[in-house]
């Protein structure tokens, strides 16, 4: 048995702290892995994609310390220490309960092929922790990083807005 | 109208709790234990020789498991109809065709294995547009392709005149007509399809001569029947599990260009273990396949009430680097004549020819969008000269139930249509979106100040495959009131398994949740095409709904036994059969089936061409004047599916117009003089976003509801409306920006500078 001392890096993952070593070997995290690398091949969090690769289509957003971050663009690394939040992290991992945006999302049917459906939740998500009654125009603001081709736009804003419209 | 129990009502989308939760697994969430991973090395020329090609370097890396390259490769060929395009060869026909495979223990080792093999070319002339393939001293890509265009005698021979159209006597029709004009139309965007995922396929060969296929593919017997052969296998010999697939649009049907599904296959074969081969954005981009480039010639004569007395065509389409189902998108494309053009005089020749660029292949409007914009521009620019509203030619010209149209695809002669008659869809579209009033005539903007020009147009177009192929579906009743539909339709964006899965939930009146539709997996399910051609909620849905009928049969059969009764007395709602009004003759399934027992219900469907899909849209746009930026303020699509399944679903489809309208103002590959893409990425390549969406409306009819078609039926009447979403869109602006600027455009994307030269040569300046 040989013993080596690693750098390590600790992120806290849907409320669980992830540790790893950093450095070059397959088991450690490379100095730089993405954390949508990290999530995805990692800790088996697939819910983000892996889509354009340069942060131009918003499929790998995830929430990192309450902000709307692009996964595929983000270092590992960087995320020493930080709360890491995914589409995974949104469902009650004990009752199944979903999150307001999951259920109705689901109740509107808005999203079709799903690819771009866990990147856009989570856009929605890190915008209503922050703004839970954005105006229309906020939200598309918020949402005009994420690529959806298959027409599901309308669907998406009409939700959203549906379930933060204050009572009158 | 009849009621019904789950269609036209909504109820979560199958498979929806997955996909918000991050469950639906995709090509590159599966896992397979032993999973190798594979890269490609592609050409930077256009068109080269391989002189050399050294792999002892990459071969000597330590993870290294496989290279192939044109020396190793199998024999194997894609292409139609005479296969032609090399598994791998040493000639290189486009920049990113495939010059060597490598398998690897893992993505960056076969990363660093691709950097260290060495090639040197010899560079020849590229073929870069359609108007050079087609010159006597262009290069011969292809022995089997003399020419450099594409082949169809084989059809011909065999009475299919898939590629051509002739009607009546068009020298007679011409002769008639008070007015005759002719456009040329020159698309050469190369849209791509641009699904959010890339393609990804995971390829298993086993010793004994079988592969196995997963990933994203979105039409599993299509892909095999296009694929098997280029691989040397009988179709059986080649089972395909789809994962979920994010987005396809035609681009993940792999009808004979699914070349990623031949790489991994023979990296698999040669190592003997799974191998995984992910694109990347820029292989997506660059490599896999585009709307297919076309240029069409049409004259068009008519008569001052709008009477098309002739029309003539040649439309040439582009295959890229191999020609392979591009026959089809020819002939599906040619319907656009009967749907926009009707004449008694047609002669439309067309051609299909090859280059040294991207391959082109399948994208939603399948041929049709592209011959809808080539005819529109004629059409529109003659209408022009009659002074005729195309909303009202519309009206006057659309196919009635009866008429008859020529349909190339599978008939190759006329066919009657069955319906539906568009005429609701036009004026129902038209009266909500103000047509007729805002509607100022060729030429006329509809609001014009010192800094914006508004102006409307209208699209239209329409299909009839929607009954294509022939269908296969099982249902499975089993002793516990549960049902499972075997079919391979695939999860990929419109909701099909679940439209399977509501038609067989009304059929055999049980809750929706006892009814499972088996995976896309073609060892679980009837061989047939699958997902395709808008062909699911008609000739798959058609096929299951007989299934459920073949299965209720044998369930009453068995239960007028058990009281002595008619078949036909018998009624069943949720795993239960009565006799019809008597509540207290009522057993439960398994009486009938016994524990452990089960029925088989089979369902066949032998295909359909005359039921329309048809799409009319309505836009209003606004031009700056400083900039020439188009913003399209407002956007209406009407259409008729004959009857809802599932409403949200079916919004979302025809929501998903947009990359139609952007195929006129923005979206294209650009190439350099060498023939690369130079906008392989997504911020190069430009695409709408969310606060770009414009102010938007659906009206969709259901005009079948109660079936009441010629000779045919489709599922309670459904026959989907999804695909036709973005073809009217083109037509629809080329006419908003004509009525703004006074220019006709005939070539895409219309770009803000040629709008400012438009407007300045408008104003004389």
């Known amino acids: ?168 | 109208m009849a009621e019904h129990r789950y269609l036209g009502k909504n109820q979560p989308r199958l498979a929806a709790r997955d996909i918000v939760t991050g469950r639906a697994r995709y090509a590159a969430d599966e896992k397979i234990a032993g999973m190798l991973w594979a890269k490609v090395l592609r050409s930077p020329y256009a068109y080269a020789k391989i002189i050399d090609i050294d792999t002892s370097k990459a071969e000597a890396l330590p993870g290294v498991k496989a290279i192939i390259t044109y020396k190793n490769a199998p024999h194997w060929k894609a292409g139609m109809i005479i296969p032609h395009k090399h598994l791998l060869s040493d000639t290189v026909y486009f920049i990113g065709d495939a010059v060597a495979l490598i398998a690897a223990e893992t993505e960056a080792i076969a990363d660093e294995a691709r950097d260290l093999i060495k090639v040197e070319y010899e560079e020849l002339d590229p073929i870069l547009s359609i108007e050079d393939s087609m010159k006597e001293d262009a290069p011969q890509l292809y022995p089997e392709i003399p020419g450099n265009v594409a082949d169809y005698e084989p059809f011909a021979n065999q009475g299919m005149a898939l590629t051509q159209e002739k009607v009546g006597d068009i020298e007679a029709g011409f002769a008639e007509a008070d007015v005759i004009h002719e456009v040329t139309t020159v698309l050469e965007n190369a849209q791509n399809p641009l699904p959010p995922e890339s393609p990804g396929i995971i390829a298993e060969w086993n010793g004994e001569d079988y592969v196995t296929v997963r990933g994203s593919m979105s039409s599993n017997g299509l892909c095999r029947m296009m694929n098997s052969g280029c691989m040397n296998l009988p179709i059986s010999k080649m089972r395909v599990i789809a994962s979920y697939v994010g987005g396809s649009y035609g681009s993940k049907h792999f009808s004979s260009n699914g070349l990623i599904i031949h790489y991994a296959a023979a990296l698999s074969k040669a190592t003997g273990k799974p191998v995984g081969l992910f694109y990347d954005r820029e292989e997506h981009l660059t490599c896999q396949t585009t709307r297919m480039n076309s240029i069409g010639k049409y004259k068009i004569g008519m008569k001052k009430d709008g009477t098309i007395t002739a029309i003539q065509g040649e439309w040439t389409g582009e295959a890229g680097a191999f020609n392979g189902e591009h026959y089809m998108i020819i002939a599906v494309g040619l319907i656009s004549q009967g749907v926009l053009a009707q004449s008694k005089n047609v002669d439309i020749s067309t051609k299909i020819v090859l280059t040294n660029r991207q391959t082109s292949g399948a994208f939603r409007g399948y041929g049709y969008l592209e011959n809808a914009i080539h005819i529109s521009n004629a059409l529109y620019q003659t209408l022009e000269k009659i002074d005729l509203d195309p909303v009202e030619y519309f009206r006057r010209n659309r196919l009635k139930v009866g008429d008859e149209f020529y349909h190339a695809y599978m008939c190759s002669g006329m066919v009657k249509a069955a319906g539906p008659d568009a005429l609701e869809m036009i004026n129902k579209g038209a009266e909500k979106f103000r047509w007729d009033e805002r509607w100022k005539g060729f030429g006329v903007p509809t609001y014009e100040d010192e800094n914006v020009v508004r102006a409307v147009g209208v699209g239209f177009c329409g299909q009839s495959d929607v009954g294509e192929q022939l269908a296969n579906e099982n249902v499975n009743l089993t002793f516990d009131g549960g049902v499972t539909v075997s079919c391979v339709a695939t999860e990929f964006g419109p909701g099909t398994r679940d439209v399977m899965r509501k038609i067989a939930a009304e059929a055999l009146n049980v809750d929706l949740s006892m009814v499972r539709v088996t995976d896309s997996d073609s060892m679980a399910a009837p061989y047939e095409w699958g997902s395709t051609g808008s062909r699911s909620t008609y000739a798959m849905g058609t096929a299951v709904l007989k299934a459920c009928e073949d299965a209720k049969r044998q369930l009453f059969e068995r239960v007028a036994q058990i009281f002595h009764c008619p078949p036909e007395a018998l009624e069943t709602k949720d795993g239960m059969v009565s006799i019809i009004g008597h509540p207290e003759a009522t057993v439960p399934w398994i009486a009938a089936i016994g524990f452990n027992g089960s029925i088989t219900g089979v369902g066949n469907f032998g295909g359909e061409y005359n039921v329309l899909v048809q799409q009319v849209q309505f836009i209003e746009m606004e031009l700056d004047k400083k900039t020439g930026k188009v913003t399209v303020l407002e956007q209406l699509c009407s259409t008729d599916c004959g009857q809802i399944v599932n409403p949200d679903a079916l919004k979302g489809q025809l929501d998903g117009y947009f990359p139609g309208i952007d195929m006129a103002i923005r979206e294209g590959m650009i190439w350099d003089k060498d023939g690369r893409i130079v906008n392989p990425n997504m911020i190069d390549y430009k695409t709408r976003t969310w606060n770009e969406i414009p102010k938007h409306e659906n009206i969709i009819l259901e005009s079948a509801a109660d079936g009441n078609y010629v000779g045919t039926k489709p599922p309670y009447g459904a026959f989907g409306a999804g695909e036709p979403s973005l073809a009217p869109g083109i037509p629809a602006l080329t006419l908003a920006i004509y009525n703004a600027t006074g220019k006709w455009f005939t070539t895409y994307p219309i770009t803000p500078k040629e709008i400012l030269d438009a407007l300045r040569e408008k104003e004389g300046r």
């Not at chain 1, 080596?4 to 100095?31: A, H, S």
């Not at chain 1, 969090?45 to 692009?70: M, N, P, Q, R, Y």
């Not at chain 1, 009650?92 to 979903?98: F, N």
Request: hydrophobic share 35%; net charge negative.
């Open chain 1, 1 to 168: 048995m040989r013993t080596e001392q690693k750098e390590y890096i600790i992120l806290n993952v849907n409320g669980i702290d992830r540790k790893f070593t950093v450095g070059e070997d397959r088991t450690d995290v490379q100095p730089s892995e993405t954390l949508a690398e990290t999530l995805r091949n990692r800790l088996d969090l697939t819910a983000a994609k892996v889509s354009c690769d340069k942060g131009a289509c918003g499929c790998c957003t995830v929430i990192v310390d309450g902000e709307a971050t692009l996964s595929c663009s983000t270092l590992t690394v960087e995320c020493d220490g930080k709360h890491v939040l995914t589409l995974e992290g949104l469902e009650d991992p004990v009752t199944g309960e979903l999150d307001p945006i999951q259920q109705a999302f689901i109740d509107h049917t808005a999203f079709q092929c799903g690819y771009c459906t866990p990147g856009v939740i989570m856009t929605v998500k890190a915008l209503l922790m922050k703004n839970p009654h954005p105006t229309e125009n906020e939200l598309k603001e918020a949402l005009a990083g994420n690529y959806c081709r298959c027409g599901s736009h309308h669907q998406v804003i009409e939700t959203v807005m549906d379930m933060t419209r204050e009572e009158a």
